[in-house]
């Protein structure tokens, strides 16, 4: 099955997004960001994937000024310090009450 175009993912239930956090052994920024994805995505029950810029050639070329950089389906939603409310926005399509 082809993966969905991130723009009709937007308004996908929040069980069918995907956030990925871009993080480095040993950063204190990247240990805030995973705190907060972890409570949005648990709260909401949305999966999250996290990898390790070290580890990847290609996401250290594009990133390594940026960590921790937060991907939302695939395009960056973020960068260094997660909002929660904005995330929990994103992921839910900002509907009221969530």
């Known amino acids: 099955m082809a993966r969905m175009s991130p723009l009709f993912r ?15 052994p040993g950063c204190h920024l990247c240990d805030d960001a995973q705190a907060v994805v ?16 070290t580890q990847d050639p290609r996401l250290h070329d594009q990133y390594w000024e ?15 310090r997660v909002d929660e409310v904005r995330l929990r926005r994103e992921l839910t399509g900002g509907r009221a009450g969530n």
């Open 38 to 53: 972890e409570k949005v995505c648990g709260e909401l029950g949305v999966p999250w994937e996290q990898k390790d810029i």
């Open 66 to 80: 940026q960590i921790p950089v937060v991907l939302v389906d695939g395009s960056q939603h973020t960068f260094w």
């Open 10 to 24: 937007r308004n996908a239930a929040p069980r069918e997004r995907l956030v990925t956090l871009i993080r480095k």
